[in-house]
């Protein structure tokens, strides 16, 4: 059964700092990873989506990378702001069977930056 | 395109009643996924659609959770009769096929 476990738990910067949250899964047979963003009382944000053949992708002050083998993906933010305070999801979908198409989440890592 | 919607956005009832909630997913998109979320057990997949057929229900914890999905634009998760431990948020989304996920707003159930 796939876990995803995310560190750290929370994080809390001044503005302005670059910053990385970590994403690891327990089987690299996935056909996709993606980190969501998600702020209190909301639902969630798709940020970035990267196929199992990508190694990164990018938007903006967002990059996330994917190790598969190694089963891990990191998300960085460069020059990070008040606005991008909110709970950062990695979401894995596995390949293969029935699987295909079913996000397994991690817990999160909640994010305050500070001006 | 309006995203995924859901209603109601708020839903407080009391213990043994029937709970409908709703969804309409982006048009397109040929899957369809019921997330319920808690502190305790963070997102939780409960059942998910291809194409209108449901393909994986093994997350619907009990026989009082059924879904449909009649046709491509609607879905409906019912609780029936309802628990306290029922309460949380539950979250409609639709994905493309390979793509990424759309979640709508949620429902926010609170079961007295």
């Known amino acids: 059964k796939q876990e995803v476990t995310q560190i750290p738990a929370a994080l809390s910067v001044p503005e302005g700092e670059n910053l990385v949250l970590n994403c690891s899964f327990t089987d690299s047979a996935i056909y996709n990873l993606q980190w969501f963003r998600q702020d209190p009382g909301k639902g969630l944000t798709s940020l970035l989506l990267?196929?199992?053949?990508?190694r990164e992708q990018t938007s903006g002050r967002l990059n996330a990378s994917l190790d598969k083998s190694s089963g891990r993906s990191t998300l960085y933010i460069a020059a990070s702001q008040p606005g991008d305070s909110a709970t950062y999801l990695c979401a894995v979908v596995d390949a293969g069977g029935t699987s295909y198409g079913k996000l397994t989440f991690g817990q999160g890592t909640i994010l305050t930056v500070h001006p | 395109d309006a995203g995924v919607i859901q209603s109601p956005r708020h839903e407080v009832t009391e213990m043994g009643q029937e709970v409908t909630l709703r969804c309409k997913p982006i048009?397109?998109?040929?899957?369809l996924f019921w997330y319920r979320q808690t502190m305790m057990r963070g997102l939780e997949l409960l059942i998910y659609f291809n194409n209108n057929v449901p393909i994986d229900d093994s997350g619907m914890p009990e026989d009082r959770f059924s879904a449909k999905m009649p046709n491509a634009s609607f879905s409906t998760l019912k609780i029936q009769p309802s628990e306290p431990r029922d309460s949380a948020v539950y979250f409609c989304?639709?994905?493309?096929?390979?793509?990424?996920?759309?979640f709508g707003p949620g429902t926010r159930l609170t079961v007295l």
């Open positions: 048009s397109g998109h040929d899957y």
């Open positions: 989304a639709s994905s493309p096929t390979s793509g990424r996920f759309f």
């Open positions: 990267i196929q199992s053949s990508q």
